[in-house]
């Protein structure tokens, strides 16, 4: 029989601790087949932030290390600076890289840090139980802010993409999302041209993926998949924001 | 100049004084050496860049002043953790908060007890000349490297900032263990994960046995000490880094007076020498501690002498224009001798 | 030793100079700066311990000899000089009427003017290096002369002569003038 469907070699034959609905499965996989395709995972070194994602050592066949809350930019520095023949990629949420990483993410961008970093924007601190991000939108409801994030008090959600992109440091910036066939496999498009500048050496390249928290949102899988699709890409443009190679 | 010796070429920092020689040097010879310099956007970036090349089995380091240490100890824990080997050089201020830029030794507890969070020890080596800045300096790496911890070597601008003549040398030939946990990429092989979450069941507590074993090892074995002139003393002087450079000079002219005065001077703070307080107190039943705080290492030397011993204690918490003299010192000596 | 005056005096190049010259003599040294956090202007001064035997303290309290280069340090330090010792005092930035010691030796010299002759204004240092060594002894003026090219940096060798000159002409001072200038 023939195997139409099968697992990427960087992934581990394991079954993943997300909750229902939730997009970082398909990120991983994203992510993984990526590796693959450039035939990265022996030589490649993955940065873990905190939060959700913190487990990536669980579910990819590579050598991981865990950063502190926010600090995987700077980590990934220190790594690829040692080892630069190494392949290293950040992999953090919106909480991680938007709020407590902030510094660390723009430095290394202005450094044209020569590392890619996959940023999962789901609008909240998932681990932690739903509370406020810096990428909440206006009037959602989290933990923290119960009466929906209100620009007065809170500001407004972070366009992180558009912010980097400015930076002349950054080589490749995109936002994409994984709620649709279509979507997704730009998604796909987009991470694999941000590996590329790095596999070239052509500087920092950052990919933002818009992603569902069914479970902190109180949503259940398909409504907040649509959720995505809507509200998140109607605030969050999807494109690309810099490629200055035009890979 | 220690740190190259010892094959260090990673160098991570942000700017503070009292210690900005270091990235200033650093900045320099890197480039020369096919190293690495970066001056992060922040302290914390500096320890997290360390943890990122050490995490690759590098040779790295950093360096900064009691406000930076601060703001770098959440990485100092979890690299304890991560057993991640990495020197960290405290050129220390005065005071609590911003304070001042003069020399100080208000930071021991911060060093010496885990100012981290979740309890663990790092090495903290406090030299007292320049020689000794360069020799333990190479130590540090050494020893870091063979107990797979995060060294500190912790001084002030005393011993951050004087000229004195230094011979420099090779660095001593030492066997290290594999580093079978640094990462590489997998190179087809084994996975490796440099981590400090633990949360299978048992498991954060077998992890932190493990460190405490290595907590005693090292206590067992690498405790360093000087003594001057204790063999027939009946008041023993005790003091770390600079405090103790200037207790030396008032016990040697303690000694001119024919006054029978020594001097037990830590030069590992953890490893607490607590083996050369014991048994000199078995004999000597005076201490007189000297420090630039109001009594932070007199906690550890009270724990470490005989039980019939007094333990005295003279502080100076030092700022512009504060440091105590020699002469000043004398005056204490001769108060409790 | 102990050196004070402000900053740009070039106190800090003086005790490396010292410091250096003393190696070079063979002797231990150490070499302790202390200024304030401006870059210009604030009080700067060091401590340079030479020995023949181990240098204790870098820190002193009553220096053998202490180089006063402007009247705040004067009001500051000159009481701390150690019985018996010296104290070396430009002249030219400071009032010696108030000093009320008379178990230290004074030795007072119109450093700026001195320098400003011989030399370049900006290196009233060397004169009160150039005198110190000439009235202790504890260096040569040949060490000191070579150890300019250890503690000047690369770019600034070309005043390396002109250095040397008003050294020897804070020396000479010692040596014409020395009786007359003790009060």
Same mark, same amino acid.
């Given at each position: 029989?023939?195997?139409?469907? !099968? ?66 930019? =700077?980590?990934?520095?220190?790594? !690829? ?141 398909? =409504? =907040? ?16 924001? !810099? ?5 | ?121 790092? #090495? ?65 092989? *084994? ?45 023993? #002087? ?17 000694? *001119? ?43 550890? #030397? ?28 004398? *005056? ?6 | ?32 700066? /202390? ?21 204790? /303290? ?14 705040? /340090? ?33 030795? /007072? ?75």
């Amino acid at each position: 029989m023939q195997q139409v469907f !099968k697992k990427p070699a960087a992934l581990k034959d394991v079954q993943t601790h997300f909750c229902p609905g939730c997009h970082h499965g398909t990120i991983h996989r994203l992510v993984a087949e990526a590796l693959d395709e450039f035939g990265l995972q022996e030589k490649t070194i993955g940065v873990a932030s905190v939060g959700c994602s913190v487990f990536l050592y669980h579910y990819f066949d590579i050598d991981v290390v865990e950063a502190p809350h926010g600090r995987a930019p =700077a980590v990934a520095t220190g790594v !690829k600076r040692a080892k630069p023949e190494s392949f290293v990629f950040t992999y953090q949420g919106d909480g991680d890289l938007a709020a407590i990483g902030t510094a660390e993410i723009i430095h290394a961008a202005n450094r044209g840090e020569d590392i890619t970093v996959i940023f999962v924007n789901n609008t909240t601190y998932g681990m932690t139980g739903g509370q406020m991000a810096p990428t909440t939108l206006l009037g959602q409801k989290t933990s923290t802010s119960p009466y929906g994030r209100r620009s007065e008090k809170e500001g407004f959600p972070i366009r992180v993409t558009e912010m980097l992109a400015g930076l002349d440091g950054v080589a490749f910036a995109a936002r994409t999302s994984v709620d649709s066939p279509k979507n997704l496999m730009d998604a796909k498009r987009q991470i694999k041209k941000a590996f590329q500048y790095q596999v070239e050496g052509k500087g920092f390249s950052f990919v933002e993926v818009l992603s569902a928290c069914p479970t902190n949102w109180g949503m259940n899988a398909v =409504a =907040a998949n649509e959720r995505v699709g809507s509200e998140m890409c109607e605030y969050f443009k999807l494109g690309v924001f !810099k490629d200055t190679a035009s890979l | 100049m220690g740190a190259i010796e010892a094959g260090c070429r990673y160098y991570f920092g942000y700017p503070i004084t009292p210690q900005n020689d270091i990235p200033e040097f650093m900045s320099r010879e890197m480039p020369g050496l096919n190293g690495e310099f970066i001056q992060a956007e922040s302290e914390i970036a500096a320890i997290n860049m360390v943890m990122g090349a050490a995490a690759t089995g590098a040779r790295a380091m950093t360096s900064s002043s009691g406000p930076g240490i601060s703001l770098k100890l959440e990485a100092i824990s979890y690299m304890a953790g991560m057993e991640l080997p990495c020197l960290i050089v405290n050129i220390s201020r005065s005071g609590p908060g911003l304070g001042g830029i003069d020399a100080s030794q208000g930071d021991y507890f911060q060093a010496v007890k885990g100012g981290g969070h979740g309890g663990y020890h790092m #090495v903290v080596i406090a030299p007292a000349s320049i020689q000794e800045m360069y020799d333990m300096t190479m130590h540090a790496f050494d020893l870091a490297e063979i107990y797979r911890t995060p060294v500190m070597i912790l001084g002030d601008s005393v011993v951050g900032q004087m000229k004195e003549p230094l011979i420099p040398h090779r660095r001593p030939k030492t066997e290290f263990p594999a580093k079978d946990w640094a990462l590489r990429g997998t190179g087809g092989g *084994e996975q490796r994960v440099v981590k400090s979450l633990f949360l299978g069941d048992g498991e954060l507590e077998a992890h932190n046995w493990k460190l405490h074993a290595k907590y005693q090892q090292l206590q067992e074995k690498e405790a360093r000490w000087e003594e001057y002139e204790t063999s027939d003393a009946t008041l023993i #002087v005790t003091g770390f880094g600079s405090a103790a450079r200037i207790a030396k000079s008032a016990v040697m002219m303690a000694r *001119e007076e024919g006054l029978k005065v020594g001097l037990l001077r830590p030069i590992t703070l953890f490893p607490f020498p607590v083996q050369a307080f014991a048994s000199l107190t078995a004999r000597c039943k005076k201490v007189l501690d000297i420090e630039l705080n109001t009594g932070q290492m007199v906690e550890d #030397v009270r724990l470490s002498v005989a039980r019939d011993a007094e333990v005295h204690f003279y502080g100076r918490p030092s700022g512009t224009g504060s440091l105590p003299t020699p002469e000043e010192l004398l *005056e204490q000596i001769r108060r409790y001798l | 030793m102990f050196m004070s005056g402000f900053g740009g005096q070039g106190v800090l190049l003086a005790g490396t100079l010292l410091a250096h010259a003393a190696i070079i003599e063979g002797k231990n040294v150490s070499f302790l700066p /202390s200024y304030g956090v401006e870059k210009r202007g604030g009080a700067a001064h060091c401590t340079v311990v030479i020995a023949d035997g181990d240098v204790g /303290s870098p820190v002193i309290g009553n220096p053998s000899v202490g180089v006063i280069l402007n009247q705040l /340090s004067m009001d500051k330090y000159a009481r701390k000089i150690k019985v018996g010792g010296i104290c070396i005092v430009n002249s030219s930035l400071v009032d010696l009427f108030e000093f009320d010691r008379d178990d230290v030796e004074v030795i /007072s010299l119109n450093m700026n003017a001195i320098a400003q002759k011989v030399g370049d204004p900006r290196m009233v240092n060397m004169v009160a290096v150039g005198a110190y060594a000439a009235r202790t002894g504890v260096v040569s003026l040949a060490a000191l002369a070579a150890a300019l090219k250890l503690s000047l940096p690369e770019r600034n060798h070309k005043y390396i002569p002109a250095n040397i000159r008003v050294l020897e002409a804070g020396a000479a001072e010692i040596a014409r003038n020395g009786e007359q200038l003790v009060l």
